[in-house]
């Protein structure tokens, strides 16, 4: 089971494949084996892929501390660090990953070679939406009701992560990918944790800095307004205000669109990834 040293705690990590480095950052609570189903065998046959589980998740140490999306991108770092990764490296993180993925290309410009940020945001966009800088109320109250297992299971097989043709027309397959979260969950505690990193990232000022090329990518049916907002409205505003970003649109998806919509998914991202 491989894992590195970095910033005093263990981080499980897994390579894949061979050529230009394409580290990916991982969701909320989630571990590395969300990609495998869907991303990893497109991506390893071009790239050396590089899955790894945040501290406080999956199969990494779990210190009980307070987390922040930047002091987690300072993890990425040290990670690339210790594994001997010197050169520029692809940078993908997806929502909480996301928030992470704009430290590591603000913070360490000349690790990044790209950036693709999917289904993310920078942070309050609106001075009208004030989002929780805790753990949000309607989360609690879940947990309070369902318990922890019940309640993520629900979320993450729901209206919210997937479009609702795709619940119906296909719930095999969105139960497999619940049940990859189930082989190595994270607990509830750092979980908690990870979610008040969330609510309080802001970077919203500093996206002009962030000098790396920039693929934006969302589903387009990403609107719930709950915890962060809409991630398709936060999505533009991402690509309006990174320098020369791109957007796209991943058509009848939602948060889930690299489960939902692979095919169209895994070629966007390796179409942009081979001009950079």
Do not use: C
Not at 16 to 42: D, K, M, R, S, V
Not at 105 to 115: C, F, G, I, W
């Amino acid at each position: 089971m491989p894992d590195a040293d970095v910033n005093n705690i263990r981080l499980y990590y897994e390579i894949h494949g061979e050529g230009t480095p394409f580290l990916i950052l991982n969701g909320l609570g989630g571990n590395h084996l969300e990609w495998t189903t869907y991303q990893l065998p497109a991506w390893s046959r071009e790239y050396q892929v590089i899955l790894y589980d945040h501290r406080g998740t999956g199969l990494s140490d779990k210190p009980d501390e307070a987390y922040t999306t930047r002091s987690l991108a300072t993890d990425a770092i040290g990670l690339l660090d210790a594994i001997g990764i010197n050169e520029p490296a692809h940078v993908l993180g997806p929502s909480h990953g996301g928030r992470i993925a704009q430290w590591v290309a603000l913070d360490y410009p000349e690790r990044v070679r790209s950036l693709v940020l999917s289904a993310t945001g920078p942070g309050q966009i609106d001075p009208s939406f004030e989002p929780t800088r805790g753990i949000p109320a309607h989360v609690v109250e879940a947990m309070v009701e369902k318990g922890y297992e019940r309640y993520m299971r629900e979320h993450l097989g729901g209206d919210f992560f997937y479009s609702k043709e795709f619940l119906e027309e296909h719930p095999d397959p969105v139960s497999k990918q619940v049940d990859l979260y189930f082989k190595h969950p994270t607990p509830l505690r750092n979980y908690l944790r990870h979610v008040i990193a969330r609510q309080t990232h802001q970077t919203l000022d500093l996206l002009p800095n962030i000098k790396s090329p920039t693929l934006v990518i969302v589903g387009e049916h990403d609107t719930a307004t709950i915890a962060t907002g809409n991630h398709v409205a936060t999505s533009k505003v991402l690509a309006e205000r990174i320098p020369d970003a791109e957007l796209v649109l991943i058509k009848g998806a939602a948060h889930s669109f690299f489960q939902e919509a692979p095919e169209q998914t895994n070629k966007v991202v390796l179409d942009f990834l081979r001009r950079h």
